[in-house]
């Protein structure tokens, strides 16, 4: 074995101090042969072949250092395993990388190939994977940097310019070569929440003159990309958690979807504020003053607000329902008249006994990760991405173009010892565990309250939000009226009774409509035929990972994958990246085994993940046919 690969675990059995990882010898071996060419290059004469060398050597390095770390973390009390370089190698490195501070920097120089070469040899790390990685370009003065990145092998590439200059970019680069263009921070913390790159670095280069207002932009464009990463990684988190249920309920919920209609086609006239309902221990306090404006604003309450709202007389225009809770808070729903919902908004992921409560219209709404549902039928994913009931309902507010936008009920905070108002906890489901509150926070009314870790995000997000929006429309007014609880960022804070003052809510007399394209309904027969399309999936993929795991009792473990387990694992690959449903249900077990451009993983590795494909692909065959028969 290779003199500078470090393989001695520190494991207290002498048995395990030999373990190789196979992959790891072979990019080993492709690293320094690599390494003893470009030992021998002559960088004056040969700059063009020494850049195209130190490029293969970055992904080759990235690959090696991903597979180290799978070592790592497998291998108990593993020590690190590293590849170093000769001296030799660094100095050749070292000297290539920063050719570029002898070559000058102005606007003008990004137009010209040589130089945009000489300055990706010095901004991208040693370490990089073309096909994963991101590159951010700030203020590009021409399309040049981005051609040249995209010529040496980068994927994908974010590049943030100017307003004037973004329909340009925008021409010339779009989502299909993998370039995604925007002019602002909103939109590029967006960018990063939904990138589906699995990248492990970004980095940012400027076109800027280096000084105090490039620097400081430079940190907001960093901040706002690691905002949008721990949205992905809460994102994916969540996927984890619950991919499995919400792609069985997406299943069964299809056909529901037949007379509902989808969140784009949702219009409203004749009232200028819309209130948001929470389900916070303050809302008993102001649901009287509601009831009295009740007529001359837009309602948007939580689904686990409605009790308390029924009580007091008040009728909202929308409820929401986006959680997968159990069955049992559906059941209780159940013995509702119909005028109580007159519009019940629902992602398709939620338990299917929610489209059996009484309701004079469905709405719907499902989030980017269900890609084909929306590709099948030319449906636009949700408008948003928020972290809570409520959240959602402010931004939906916002979506429909309220610029007076209130909250109630939005404690996110106890309230002598009560996390949710008298009535709402009808509506927990029956495994809801109370968090403990253990945070403390600024309050509504000047001094302190508590909360949990939950909600503290939340906090932070609203206002965020109100930064975001306010600075987009100055003119918006957004109001916290809950009346207790924790104090938000960006808001106005008074009561409800007050805000209702300031607009003469109890004055007006309004014309409230609420409209849906008549054109939007999903028909039967797509519906159907996309469940079909599904079971036809799930039989091919049934029918690959039986062969796998057939395969894996003839050939010995210690071998790499033959050549049918290649094709077969290929076929696989092409199917899960035609459906997200498999994607969804399968997120954990997805991301450790397949996606890699690699296929020399343990073939036991392959048959315990195919086990469990094998299980999955059943179960959803079933429901998708199930729900082709209703």
């Known amino acids: 074995m290779a003199q500078n690969l470090r393989l001695l675990f520190v494991t207290g059995d002498a048995e395990l101090n030999f373990m190789p990882s196979k992959k790891a010898e072979i990019l080993l071996s492709k690293l320094e042969k690599n390494d003893l060419l470009i030992s021998e290059c002559d960088v004056e004469v040969c ?27 497998t291998v108990p009390n593993s020590s690190a395993i590293n590849y170093i370089p000769s001296e030799e190698v660094k100095t050749r490195l070292d000297y290539h990388s920063n050719r570029v501070r002898h070559a000058g920097v102005c606007p003008v120089s990004f137009e010209n190939d040589a130089f945009c070469n000489l300055f990706l040899d010095h901004a991208l790390p040693l370490s990089w994977h073309f096909e994963n990685d991101v590159l951010v370009v700030i203020s590009p003065n021409s399309e040049k940097i981005i051609e040249v990145a995209k010529a040496r092998g980068q994927k994908h590439v974010v590049i943030f310019c100017q307003s004037e200059a973004k329909q340009k970019f925008s021409q010339t680069f779009s989502t299909k070569n993998d370039c995604y263009v925007c002019d602002d921070l909103i939109s590029l913390e967006r960018i990063f929440a939904l990138l589906q790159s699995p990248a492990k670095q970004t980095i940012t280069i400027s076109c800027e003159p280096n000084n105090k207002k490039s620097q400081k932009r430079s940190q907001e464009i960093k901040t706002a990309i690691e905002a949008g990463k721990r ?11 619950f991919g499995k249920s919400w792609a069985t309920n997406v299943l069964e919920n299809l056909p529901n979807l037949e007379n509902a209609k989808n969140i784009h086609d949702l219009k409203v006239h004749g009232v200028e504020d819309a209130i948001v309902v929470a389900s916070g221990p303050s809302l008993n306090r102001n649901v009287a003053t509601l009831r009295s ?12 607000s409605l009790p308390v709202l029924i009580e007091a007389g008040v009728t909202p225009d929308i409820v929401l329902q986006l959680d997968a809770e159990d069955s049992d808070v ?17 992602e398709p992921t939620i338990n299917p006994g929610f489209f059996k409560v009484p309701t004079h219209q469905i709405i719907w709404s499902l ?10 039928f030319g449906t636009a994913p949700t408008p948003f991405n928020v972290p809570s009931v409520s959240i959602y309902g402010l931004s939906l507010c916002h979506y429909l173009k309220f610029k007076n936008i209130c909250f109630i009920g939005q404690d996110l905070a106890a309230d002598a010892g009560q996390q949710y108002a008298s009535g709402a906890t009808d509506l927990l489901p029956a495994h809801a565990a109370l968090e403990t509150f253990n945070i403390e926070v600024p309050g509504f009314y000047g001094s302190t309250v508590m909360t949990r870790n939950s909600f503290e995000y939340q906090i932070k997000r609203c206002s965020e939000i109100a930064q975001e ?28 009774a007050a805000y209702s003052k300031s607009r003469g809510l109890q004055k007006l007399s309004l014309n409230k409509t609420i409209e849906f394209n008549s054109a939007s309904n999903l028909p039967r027969v797509d519906l159907l035929s996309y469940l079909d399309g599904i079971v036809d999936k799930m039989d091919r993929v049934i029918g690959l990972a039986s062969m796998i795991i057939k395969l894996d009792n003839t050939i010995p473990k210690t071998r790499g994958l033959n050549k049918k387990i290649q094709k077969a694992v290929k076929k696989f690959q092409m199917i899960n990246d035609s459906t997200s449903i498999l994607q969804i249900a399968m997120q954990d077990d997805i991301s450790k085994v397949i996606g890699t451009s690699e296929t020399t993983q343990n073939i036991g590795t392959f048959a315990d993940f195919f086990t469990d ?18």
């Open 47 to 73: 700059a063009a072949y020494l850049r195209n060398l130190v490029d293969t050597r970055r992904h080759l390095l990235a690959q090696f250092n991903n597979e180290s770390d799978k070592i790592n973390s």
């Open 231 to 241: 949205t992905r990684h809460e994102n994916t988190r969540t996927v984890s958690r």
């Open 293 to 304: 404006i009740q007529e001359n604003v837009f309602i948007v309450s939580a689904l686990r």
């Open 330 to 346: 559906a059941q209780n729903l159940a013995f509702l008249p119909n005028y109580l919902i007159k519009n019940f908004l629902l």
């Open 367 to 376: 989030g980017q990760h269900f890609f084909d549902v929306h590709k099948k």
């Open 469 to 496: 929006w306010q600075g987009e429309q100055p003119e918006m007014r957004l109001v916290n009226a809950t009346e207790g609880g924790a104090f938000i960022g960006g808001f106005e804070h008074m009561s409800l």
């Open 613 to 630: 494909v094998l299980a999955k692909a059943k179960q959803i065959k079933i429901v998708a046919y199930q729900a082709s028969k209703k």
